[in-house]
């Protein structure tokens, strides 16, 4: 398999550059690409680039800028194949999981491109004589987006659509560990017709391109998604300039099983939300909360899933997980299993890597409430399961975290999935269905350290975040 070089796009122009490698987490030896470890200067061409370009995208009927949306979706439908399998060898999820990635980026595409018909703001009634008053969507200006590399074409896509749509220019810096996919959806939007400079993208690790994106005056608007840890600190540079900042973090997301619930079922859900995509997902249901009358079924039906579930290269077939996404996110991942361990946990399933960044689904039990695995995130396909006296316990126990992302209950009493869904206090709940796995049109976003919680991703009132709003009194009066 070739090596791709995948350049920076500043002001229309692409600029190679070096520093960057990416080998194949499922064949360590085989660099897939190679991108620039940019330094401050590349963001601040990107940054006037963007600053040059904004006003005449802004000036484009709405519509207009849809269609190149829509054209985009196009472009990338025709290369959908091609870039589910160079997101596979790039980031290591199997190829259906990376072909469904693929057709999400195309969905958002298309959605924020039929938006474009429909932005606008109100007409509302004045208090005074012989005026009406609108409203109206004005684009923030330049936009700085920062993205993770578990989605590296979805999250890109959802936030540079609505960014776009809303008449902003973007300076995108991916992830250090997924050039080539986010490549895939940029080129779709170049060759769509997207004037220069109105995106530009600039490789680079986050401690350099990514501070200065973050630093840089002109940008007004930051979009980030990724650690709790790196959110939290952009949070506070872009609010200490005051800026506009949007933050999506970590979670540590549980799934409530109660006594009355289909146990082989909840297993399913449970494998399928805890080591479905590697566990390396916001959404991955990373805890499970059983009551009594069904941990001891839930634990063996779970440990069954687990063993099912062996780890392989995403494009051989009938793998059903792909490999821990690089050496430092297995040694992290590795470690929390251990310290789980030394705290007197129980291994119930997995926890050996048979064969490089391929780790086995793991089950611990036997947790404390307070040890780590029981709390923080550890992104990878490790499933600590607790018990709870029953539903209000579990309800503590799923509010008792610093996180609020997703979680998910599994019973087959209606009351109880609404008095869960009242009172868990996060994002998204799901009920009888895994913690992960999301609607694009519907609003995504959490509560607690998983968020900024300001504004909401996706869905119509994504565009939110890249538009502020004016209020134009109409009077018809001489
Ligand atoms: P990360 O925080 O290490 O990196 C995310 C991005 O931030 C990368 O592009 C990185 O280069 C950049 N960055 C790092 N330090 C920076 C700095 N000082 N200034 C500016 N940019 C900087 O996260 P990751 O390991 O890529 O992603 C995994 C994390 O993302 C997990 O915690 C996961 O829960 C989270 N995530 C959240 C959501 C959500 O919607 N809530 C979705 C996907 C992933």
Known sequence: MSTVHVPNLIGGEEVAGDGLERYNPAHPAELVAVAPASGAEAVDAAVTAAAAAQPGWAALPAPARGTILMDAAEILRGRHEEAARDLVREEGKTLAEARGEVRRAIDVLR?????????????????????????????????????????????????????????????????????????????????????????????????????????????????????????????????????????????????????????????????????????????????????????????????????????????????????????????????????????????????????????????????SRDSAAAREEIFGPVVAVLPAEGLDDAIDLVNDSRYGLAAGICTRSLSAAQRFAAAVRVGVVKVNRPTTGLDLNVPFGGVGDSSSNTFREQGAVAVDFYTWSKSVYLGWED
């Not at 939007?189 to 990514?210: E, F, S, Y």
């Not at 549980?254 to 995509?277: H, M, N």
Request: contains cysteine; glycine residues 12%; negative net charge.
């Open 111 to 367: 959605f924020f491109g039929s938006e474009g018909w429909r932005l606008g703001g109100q007409v509302l009634p004045s208090s005074f004589p012989d005026t009406t008053v609108q409203t109206r969507r004005e684009p923030v200006g330049v936009v700085g987006l920062i993205t993770p590399w578990n989605f590296p074409i979805a999250i890109p896509a959802w936030k540079l659509a609505p960014a776009l749509i809303g008449g902003n220019a973007v300076v995108l810096k991916p992830a250090e560990l997924t050039p080539l996919s986010t490549r895939h959806l940029t080129e779709a939007l170049v060759r769509a017709g997207l004037p220069a400079g109105v995106l530009n993208v600039v490789h680079g690790t986050g401690a350099v391109a990514g501070e200065a994106l973050v630093r840089d005056p002109r940008v007004a608007a930051v979009s980030f998604t990724g650690s709790t840890a790196v959110g939290m600190r952009i949070e506070r540079t872009v609010q200490e300039r005051r800026g506009r900042v949007q933050v999506e973090m970590g979670g540590k997301n549980a799934l409530v099983v109660l006594d009355d619930a289909d146990v082989e079922q909840a297993a399913r859900i449970a494998a399928a939300g805890g080591f479905g995509l590697t566990g390396q997902a916001c959404t991955a249901s990373s805890r499970v909360i059983c009551t009594p009358g069904v941990y001891d079924d839930f634990v063996a039906a779970l440990t069954k899933e687990a063993a099912r579930c062996r780890p392989g290269d995403g494009l051989a077939d009938g793998t059903a997980m792909g490999p821990v996404v690089s050496e430092q996110q297995l040694g992290t991942i590795t470690a929390a299993i251990e310290r789980a361990r030394d705290e007197g946990a129980t291994v119930a399933a997995g926890g050996e890597t048979p064969d490089g960044l391929m780790l086995a689904p793991t089950v611990l039990t036997g947790l």
